[in-house]
């Protein structure tokens, strides 16, 4: 049995984690942990309420580690517990996974360092400060760290994940399962091949909360590179 453990946090984006959920809950002989310190509902960015299925003090080893991102990774950059952890899971982890701006938690806990690593467009240079090296490619596998970039790309980086905890059959039986055959009706939703007026607009909006994750990543950053006792 393959334990996957997927941290579950106030302020999540859904999406980061029910889409690699969805597909890891499709791989034979594997179970699925959402992970938090309570068993209450767990509310994401968006307003969903999700339960958890375990809490972190009960939470076995696992062969995955999953971390999702969202607005609320920004309150964990200082978590001094919930980084220790992350380390702890790690420790023991055949596979060490994030996707959206989870890279960066990871990060934070001095798990990225010297790695190539993916995050969210708007805040992938942030990665450097963390000893990572960012990529802009939407899965990014270095040895035993996988990274998903923005949002959607948690089903692309769970199937590929699949196919390396069981086969590429595998992977193939369950995307056609989930009849994941995008086709963007407005093109693909990536910096690359939007208009700059479009990704200005995006960007101020989210102008606030990128400052305040820069800021998390920067007090993060000079934790990592201080020495360990």
Not at 2 to 8: D, F, K, R, S
């Amino acid at each position: 049995m393959t334990n996957i453990v997927m941290l579950l946090f106030p302020g999540l984006t859904q999406l980061d984690l029910t889409g690699p959920f969805e597909v890891f809950r499709r791989i034979p002989d594997t179970r699925v942990h959402l992970a938090w310190r309570t068993m209450d509902p767990v509310t994401s960015d968006s307003g969903m309420a999700i339960l958890p299925t375990i809490t972190l003090a009960d939470c076995p080893p696992c062969e995955v580690l999953c971390v999702p991102g969202g607005p609320g990774q920004i309150d964990l950059m200082d978590d001094t517990e919930l980084l220790d952890w992350l380390r702890a899971q790690a420790a023991q982890a055949k596979w060490i996974t994030s996707v959206c701006t989870g890279s960066l938690l990871l990060g934070a806990a001095g798990l990225l360092q010297g790695y190539r690593a993916a995050c969210h467009w708007m805040s992938r240079d942030q990665l450097a400060l963390l000893g990572a090296q960012p990529t802009a490619e939407r899965v990014v596998i270095d040895r035993n760290r996988i990274t998903g970039g923005g949002v959607t790309a948690g089903i692309d980086f769970a199937l590929q994940l699949a196919a390396l905890l069981r086969d590429e059959d595998t992977a193939r039986s369950i995307a056609l399962q989930l009849e994941y055959d995008p086709s963007p009706p407005f093109g693909p939703g990536s910096p690359e091949a939007s208009e700059l007026a479009l990704i200005t607009a995006v960007k101020q909006k989210a102008k606030p909360m990128l400052a305040r994750r820069r800021t998390a990543t920067e007090r993060a950053a000079a934790r990592v590179s201080e020495p360990r006792p």
